[in-house]
């Protein structure tokens, strides 16, 4: 789940790095413009892996904490 999130995360980025950069929406130029039902899909599960992306980022905090208390430093 993990790898898929990031991979959805990546390709978000890309997309508004090309819509900054270009005023290009690469998605919706290919699955029909940002209306149409597949890049409403693909923009819904881009948003989920961002989400994902907090427990991510969470769970490593967690474990970089732990290294640090357990370690007496």
Do not use: P
Not at 28 to 52: E, Q
Request: aromatic share 6%; net charge negative.
């Amino acid at each position: 789940m993990d790898t898929l999130s990031l991979i959805l995360i990546i390709i978000g980025a890309l997309n508004w790095g090309l819509i900054g950069l270009f005023q290009l929406d690469l998605v919706a130029a290919i699955f029909g413009g940002m209306s149409g039902v597949i890049s409403r899909i693909i923009y819904t599960l881009v948003g989920l892996a961002g989400l994902w992306g907090i427990t991510i980022l969470m769970r490593r905090d967690s474990i970089h904490h732990g290294e640090h208390e357990g370690s007496g430093e």
